[in-house]
């Protein structure tokens, strides 16, 4: 069926280290979206992405979609505290918003 | 402009009763998605809605559960006969209708937090 794989599923950092999340689809996605949701909190919707290779940047974080649209990631450059949660991507199937099951980002200050 | 709300935040049920789940989508959107997520898990689609009608529900247990949402009101979550292993964190998603263009973002409520004693 489909899938969205994330991996990896926990990252432990050093505040001010770099973080990485990769995203991949079982087939090609027409567009890709990227979730965060703080602990206990919910998800909340950080960027779309609709073009094959396109690149985003929100601040210190860059998100990539891949040239054959099956693939993507996040990038977190100098991680802060406040960059702890769990960063999850989403993949449109038919009808469906499949979601991956989410790389847990913790920071140690 | 609120949010997607969801009511009760937290629910406690004992085993065999009935859980009711409700979800108010933003105004003006008329789509509606239900997400369960275990502790530490991913979210796991559920079901799709429109008004008036499941558009999928292939993430749906095919026993004791079911979804509506109504013409008037809020989107429901029905779980019968609650069982232990139903504990979980329920969350609604709205969105917007769209065309032929790309599906856009879903905003989530709080989320229940069900717990089956």
């Known amino acids: 069926g489909q899938q969205v794989m994330q991996i990896p599923q926990y990252q432990h950092v050093q505040e001010g280290e770099d973080f990485t999340t990769y995203c991949n689809s079982s087939t090609t996605l027409s567009n890709i979206q990227w979730y965060k949701q703080r602990p206990g909190g919910h998800p909340v919707f950080l960027i779309q992405?609709?073009?094959?290779?396109e690149v985003k940047k929100q601040k210190r974080l860059t998100f990539q979609f891949g040239e054959a649209k099956k693939n993507s990631s996040l990038h977190i450059t100098a991680t802060q505290t406040t960059d702890v949660g769990t960063y999850f991507c989403?993949?449109?199937?038919?009808?469906?918003?499949?979601f991956g099951a989410g790389t847990i980002l913790r920071v140690k200050s | 402009n609120a949010g997607v709300m969801q009511n009760p935040r937290h629910l406690v049920r004992r085993r065999g009763q009935e859980a009711r789940l409700r979800c108010s989508p933003m105004?003006?959107?008329?789509?509606v998605y239900w997400y369960r997520q275990l502790p530490e898990e991913g979210l796991k689609f559920m079901v799709y809605?429109?008004?008036?009608?499941?558009?999928?529900e292939s993430g749906m247990p095919k026993e004791r559960f079911s979804a509506e949402f109504p013409k008037e009101g809020p989107s429901i979550l029905r779980i019968q006969q609650v069982v232990r292993g139903d504990s979980a964190a329920y969350f609604c998603?709205?969105?917007?209708?769209?065309?032929?263009?790309?599906?856009?973002?879903?905003?989530f409520g709080q989320g229940t937090r069900l717990t089956v004693v």
């Open positions: 989403a993949g449109e199937y038919g009808n469906k918003l499949v």
């Open positions: 809605l429109q008004k008036e009608n499941i558009i999928d």
């Open positions: 992405l609709v073009k094959s290779g």
């Open positions: 105004k003006g959107h008329s789509h």
């Open positions: 998603a709205s969105s917007p209708s769209y065309g032929q263009g790309a599906r856009p973002e879903a905003f």
